[in-house]
Each structure stands twice: as C-alpha cells, then as structure tokens.
C-alpha cells in the first residue's frame, strides 16, 4: 500500500464484488496464476494468528486488509520471493484465463 485506506468517491466493481474504500498500490512481484504460498501451514509461525485452532485463522485472513508485523512481513515475503516473478511477464495469463472464465459464464 502507497497511500491510507479511504472512501471511494465511486465505488469500484471487481469479480461481483463492490467497494467502497480503496488505496494505492505499487504491485512489484505476482505469482503464476491460481499459485502463491500457502497459509494454513504457516498460521503456526505466523503473529497474526495468535489463535492457532485449526480453522480460527480462516475468519481473520478474510478481513479486506490485515496489517502485518515485521516477523511476519518477513517471513512471507522470503516465500513469496520463491514463486513471484515481474508482473509484465505474469499478469498477461491473468487476463488471458479471466476472459476466458468469464466467457465460458456468458
């Protein structure tokens, strides 16, 4: 995030989904499509998490924007580092698989 969280002089439609509040981002690395680290491994290591029952996390990860302490900003991003790659590169297959999805609904 680039900028504070804010209300949407219009909202914004994405997926059937509307929004209300919005930020800048700055997107740097994606990771191949429908790939990514997996968190449910991780909720024990992880300091968002502080209650580990199995399925307890699942509600918090949910949540639009969850603010992420140092230790945990740096452990997802060593994983991510492991798949992610430039955005120029991965996000035309985005596009390609989204446009084929949403025509295969029409």
Request: with cysteine; aromatic share 4%.
């Amino acid at each position: 995030m680039t900028s504070p969280v804010r209300m949407l002089d219009d909202p914004v439609t994405i997926a059937g989904r509307t929004f209300t509040q919005g930020c800048d981002l700055r997107v740097e690395q994606v990771t191949p499509y429908r790939t990514g680290v997996e968190m449910a491994p991780l909720v024990p290591e992880l300091e968002i998490f502080p209650d580990t029952r199995p399925g307890a996390w699942a509600m918090r990860i949910r949540r639009p924007l969850v603010r992420l302490g140092s230790a945990d900003t740096d452990l997802l991003t060593h994983r991510l580092e492991a798949v992610a790659g430039d955005p120029a590169e991965l996000v035309p297959e985005y596009v390609e698989k989204i446009r084929k999805a949403t025509a295969r609904r029409s």
